[in-house]
């Protein structure tokens, strides 16, 4: 997926003479509305990052969205070992048990390990921006109108509210985007010939393991179970 900078819905946005006054401000931040409520894969990208864990604590990336797995750092001879969700009540308490499974929770902009120190690896999204801070969107004629329709309606909104335009003008708008949101996730949705493959092999196991896949980051859960027959 290519990604387009918001700029772009900007100046779409303000050809409509009721949308002139618009400001660039209220339309970065409906868009990050809109990219969040539509939660859509391709309107996050996936990365990784080295993340420095001291006493039991480690700053997440600016622009981390949402977490997908933790795991240990590559030593020689050693094997990585992803964490788990902890469970514990009282995971964050200086007095947690001196063991314990390789777990984490994040709270604020903050991961917490059940590990003091070292580095830890994590796999999350990230809200793709471009190298002024602003959000990029998929370069996709879709998601790029129901972006638009969406600040449309809440700016049409606000304009009925203060008597400034109709009730019809307001449904049209509704109406308009409720069609375009929807066109929009079925299209971002899709999966490619080679994802469709991945699918199909992950619901046609015979024995799924879930622990063992989550063990080794999902590496194999794509990949064609194959029977030997003896």
């Not at 002139?20 to 509305?33: G, K, M, R």
């Not at 996936?46 to 001291?54: D, G, L, Q």
Request: with cysteine; hydrophobic share 35%; proline share 6%.
């Amino acid at each position: 997926m290519n990604y387009t900078n918001i700029k772009l819905i900007m100046d779409r946005l303000t050809r409509h003479p009721l949308m002139s006054d618009i400001n660039f401000e209220t339309v970065v931040d409906l868009a990050v509305d809109f990219i969040r409520i539509v939660g859509t894969p391709p309107s996050f990208l996936e990365k990784t990052a080295e993340v420095e864990i001291k006493d039991y604590r480690g700053e997440l990336p600016c622009d981390f969205y949402e977490m997908i797995q933790v795991r240990t750092m590559k030593h020689p001879n050693e094997h990585q070992h992803t964490f788990r969700y902890s469970t514990d009540s009282f995971h964050l308490s200086p007095h947690k048990p001196k063991w314990s499974d390789l777990t984490y929770k994040l709270q604020g902009s903050c991961i917490f390990t059940s590990v003091p120190d070292g580095k830890v690896e994590i796999a999350y999204k990230a809200m793709p921006i471009d190298e002024e801070g602003y959000p990029l969107i998929p370069d996709n004629s879709s998601f790029s109108r129901a972006l638009e329709l969406y600040i449309k309606l809440q700016w049409f909104t606000i304009q009925f509210d203060l008597g400034k335009i109709s009730s019809q003008v307001l449904a049209n708008t509704q109406q308009q985007y409720a069609w375009a949101v929807g066109q929009a996730q079925t299209d971002l949705i899709r999966p490619s010939l080679d994802q469709m493959e991945a699918i199909s092999n992950m619901w046609n196991k015979l024995l799924p393991d879930a622990t063992a896949d989550h063990k080794h980051g999902f590496l194999h859960e794509g990949t064609k179970e194959q029977m030997i027959i003896h």
